[in-house]
């Protein structure tokens, strides 16, 4: 591969990314960052087809126009009435403009009215909520909003700040503390870098960086001497080559994955789709026979036009999307009260649905801080003498205090640190430095003596030590010794500490001034560990979490050691730990076998997330994300509930459909639970409207057969499934058994149709009943209203009171209760289906009084048909585990 071709590799094409990988996903690409972190800089340079003087204009030119601006963004946007119009087009907006269509045909401009109310909301509100997304992408672009310090012939004295938009592949920049960093680099020279790359890998700690080759990086984000758009310098000074700009960079990718479309479906949408897609099968078969049977029989087909008409008005669930909106309305300000804030409505659902919990360890299982956990000395004993050592250390240092200096300080009492301060005075000190990574300082003692005492890594403060503290006094720090003092650290690097060494010298004769050459010929008393520990509460939310069918899964950039500790600390079983170098060389098809089994996946970037989570959703699982960083923004949209923090990062914030004011699991938990609740509310009136629908189509046809009349009036027909609708709006508040908030809920396109296809014909057959009485018992044959007055209160009636048995899988009112809402709208439809023959409406719809003999029919047969389908329900819960 030539050097312009490698460096192409890099690159993304100036117009679009179409077909072009990520990434994480473009082997091809990863070789190619590695290959560059594996040669030294002159050769690094050289595949950069650069030179050290920088670009010349002609160059800078060639690759501006092949490779376009530095900008993470750039996509042309659909124009707004596209983008209106796709969302239009879907089955249930469809359904309801059709419905709109036949409302007009029946004359009822009204209702015509209110659905095309009802899809103008869908369509606005969907196109809003998803317009977010270029808002995300508009809060990466200001990160990296800044200018760079670049290397150019042309520029006065050969350098100069310019724009990071104008940078390309093969610039030379300066890097200075403070400084964002422009593109993704290959570092040529550093002196003292530290990097802060949490934007994408989720480490907290900062990162030093090297110039020289890296033949031990296992991916690019780990190599150290690679720089990354996004991250920012803490410290030091470095050259570097321009390896990859725009949305090739790893930051450009999460710009595009947050401005891309959501996932492809969500457990709620589908279903929702499903459902949809049943009812207008089933009405497209019904309506036509309805309407040829009394056609042909009844010889009016007008009158058959609009009578089939209504029942198709009748047969569809007009009213799903505001029980549905009204549901997961009433959710949300349930679950607000419980500190969960949601975004997306339908996420609601997709929240009780979650099987699979993919989460971070930082800030979810631990508390996001360091605080000194062990104080030991070198055999691994704890040491207060230790302790106190590295107090004086980190208290008399001058310096800026780092997290591992202020966890030494806050661990130790405040009585205990006026004493310290109080005994010891400061003489001098030797600052940190990159180069020795540790720091010293020198202090008086109460005899008044000097003593040096020095923190810092392991390797290093070892390196100037010469005898070692026991419990038999001091020892020469000979090969056996420190062979084993090198073992303690490293046993506590296993558990998951970061571990600093402390050695300690008495400084004869005393003197005024002290330097790096009297950091020899220490005492190496102890080491320190430092960790992020475990929330109290993450142990007992797992196995909430555990205990209601949902498992849990860490997706962490942090290194597999850490992770683990902190797995076996809050309780995860880890049968298998999978990391970011070990998923790039899997097959999908390997992976879909390993995340099965495997609860931590650590050393990821942002797209080996997203990766996982795909592969957990194409095994069918409900997948819910849980993260706070830039990196976490395309896990979060890939997911089926992205959920973030109200401490989180902008862009996560942006991407998340909930979110949650504190970052626990056990507020996840009890969101969760209401999130099943609303959805069980929703699953009661498709179950009670697709079986008692059903039911009255299998009616419909055989009246319509058997009489010689209409077994109710159109307008009739329209009254009667308004008032059952209106009647099942109060079922968001209706109570939900605890034993369906136990487990997952999703969807069950199977259990529905069971319901469809057992209850409704429970209900067709009560409403023969009620025929064969009026026809033979009561002798309305011969009065065709109130033949049809009485199946109208009939099938109001029965309709809306079988939903005291279907709201519930164990017996009603007995062992389960609705709510008082649901009740009092129920009793209260119910009575005014049997007002309404007698009130001065009557007329105007076709009713008259039924006779008094009606009314005892009707209570026995009402009172027939619930405990039959009780008795059937029951049965079939205890057969097939209908629920």
């Not at 117009?15 to 070789?31: F, I, L, M, S």
């Not at 590695?34 to 002609?58: I, V, Y």
């Not at 996932?263 to 949809?276: E, I, K, Q």
């Not at 994300?625 to 089926?640: E, T, Y």
Request: overall charge negative.
């Amino acid at each position: 591969m030539s050097n312009n071709n490698a460096l192409a590799g890099l690159m993304r094409p100036r117009n679009g990314t179409r077909g072009v990988a990520t990434p994480a996903h473009d082997p091809a690409r990863a070789r190619l960052l590695l290959q560059l972190a594996r040669l030294d800089p002159p050769a690094a340079l050289s595949l950069c087809d650069s030179r050290l003087e920088g670009l010349d204009a002609a160059q800078v030119e060639q690759r501006f126009e092949a490779h376009g601006q530095n900008v993470v963004g750039g996509e042309a946007a659909a124009p707004w009435y596209v983008e209106i119009a796709r969302r239009v087009v879907n089955p249930l907006n469809l359904l309801l403009l059709a419905l709109a269509v036949v409302s007009i045909l029946t004359s009822d401009l009204v209702g015509a009215g209110i659905m095309t109310v009802m899809v103008a909301v869908a369509v606005i509100v969907g196109y809003v909520q998803e317009s977010k997304s270029s808002r995300a992408v508009a809060a990466l672009r200001s990160m990296v909003s800044n200018t760079a310090l670049v290397r150019r012939p042309e520029l006065p004295g050969g350098r100069g700040e310019l724009p990071i938009e104008q940078l390309v592949p093969g610039d030379i920049v300066h890097l200075a503390a403070g400084d964002m960093i422009p593109a993704d680099l290959r570092l040529l020279a550093a002196k003292d870098l530290f990097v802060n790359q949490s934007s994408l890998t989720g480490e907290s700690m900062p990162v030093e960086k090297f110039a020289g080759a890296d033949a031990q990086a296992g991916a690019a984000l780990e190599a150290r001497n690679l720089c990354f758009m996004g991250c920012n310098v803490l410290s030091g000074s470095a050259l570097a080559v321009v390896a990859a700009t725009g949305r090739a960079t790893t930051f450009g990718a999460l710009a595009g994955a947050l401005g891309a479309p959501r996932a492809p479906s969500t457990s709620f949408d589908r279903g929702l789709r499903r459902f949809v897609g049943l009812m207008l099968r089933f009405i497209a078969v019904m309506v036509p026979l309805v309407f040829v049977v009394n056609g042909v029989l009844k010889g009016d087909w007008l009158e058959a036009l609009m009578f089939s008409i209504a029942v198709a008005v009748g047969l569809t669930p007009e009213m799903l999307p505001a029980i549905v909106t009204f549901n997961l309305a009433k959710g949300a300000l349930a679950m607000a009260r419980k500190d969960v804030i949601v975004k997306r409505l339908p996420a609601i659902q997709n929240f009780g649905a979650i099987d699979v919990l993919c989460t971070d360890k930082t800030g979810t299982l631990t508390q996001d801080k360091v605080i000194l956990e062990r104080h030991v000395d070198a055999a691994g004993a704890d040491n207060e003498h230790v302790l106190e050592l590295a107090f004086l250390n980190s208290h008399y240092q001058t310096g800026l205090k780092n997290l591992l200096d202020i966890a030494v300080l806050e661990s130790v009492g405040g009585v205990e640190t006026h004493r310290l301060a109080a005994d010891y005075a400061l003489v001098d000190e030797v600052p940190f430095d990159f180069e020795r990574r540790r720091m010293s300082v020198v202090v008086r003692d109460p005899e008044g003596r000097h003593l040096l005492i020095s923190k810092g890594a392991v390797a290093e403060t070892l390196g100037i030590c010469t005898h070692v503290a026991g419990v038999d006094g001091e020892a020469v720090l000979d090969a056996d010794r420190l062979a084993e003092v090198r073992q303690v650290a490293h046993d506590l690097n296993a558990d998951g500490f970061r571990v600093i060494a402390v050695g300690v010298r008495e400084m004869t004769p005393p003197r005024e001034a002290y330097g790096r050459d009297d950091e020899r010929g220490l005492t190496l008393v102890g080491f320190m560990a430092f960790l992020d520990p475990p929330k109290e509460s993450a142990a007992e939310a797992i196995r909430v979490l555990n205990q209601h069918g949902i498992a849990v899964k860490i997706l962490t950039g942090d290194n597999d050691i850490v992770a683990r500790h902190v797995c076996r600390l809050v309780g995860l079983n880890l049968q298998r730990v999978l990391t970011g170098p070990e998923l790039d060389v899997m097959s999908d098809a390997d992976l879909a076998d390993a995340v099965r089994e495997t609860q931590l996946f650590a050393r990821l970037n942002p797209q080996q997330k997203v990766r996982v989570i795909e592969t957990l959703r194409g095994q069918g699982h409900v997948v819910g994300f849980l993260g706070d960083g830039i990196n976490d923004g395309p896990a979060l949209r890939a997911a089926d509930v992205g959920i973030s923090v109200d401490t989180a990062v902008d862009i996560a914030k942006e991407s998340a459909d909930i979110i949650l004011l504190e970052k626990s699991l056990a507020v996840l938990e009890e969101g969760v639970q209401e999130g099943r609740r609303v959805f069980g509310n929703i699953l009661k009136y498709i179950k009670m409207t697709a079986s008692s629908n059903f039911g009255n189509v299998f009616s419909v046809l055989g009246a319509s057969a058997l009489l010689p009349f209409l077994p109710m009036a159109p307008i009739q027909l329209l009254i009667n499934n308004l008032m059952y609708d209106l009647s099942m709006t109060t079922i968001a508040t209706d109570n939900v058994d605890d034993d369906f908030v136990a487990t997952p809920r999703r969807w069950e396109m199977g259990n529905i149709a069971r319901y469809m296809f057992v209850f409704g014909p429970v209900s067709s057959l009560f409403d023969y009943v009620t025929f064969g009485v009026m026809w033979f018992l009561l002798g309305l044959h011969r009065h065709p209203v109130l033949f049809q007055t009485g199946w109208f209160i009939e099938s109001l009636l029965s309709q809306t009171l079988i939903v005291y048995v279907i709201r519930t899988a164990r017996v009603p009112f007995l062992q389960s209760n609705p709510s008082l809402p649901l009740l009092v709208s129920t009793a209260g439809f119910c009575l005014l289906g049997m007002l309404l023959p007698i009130s001065p409406l009557a007329p105007l719809f076709g009713f008259q009084t039924m006779p008094q003999s009606y009314w005892l029919y009707l209570a026995a047969i009402l009172l027939a048909y619930l405990l039959l389908a009780q008795g059937i329900k029951t049965l079939l819960i205890r057969r097939i585990g209908l629920n």
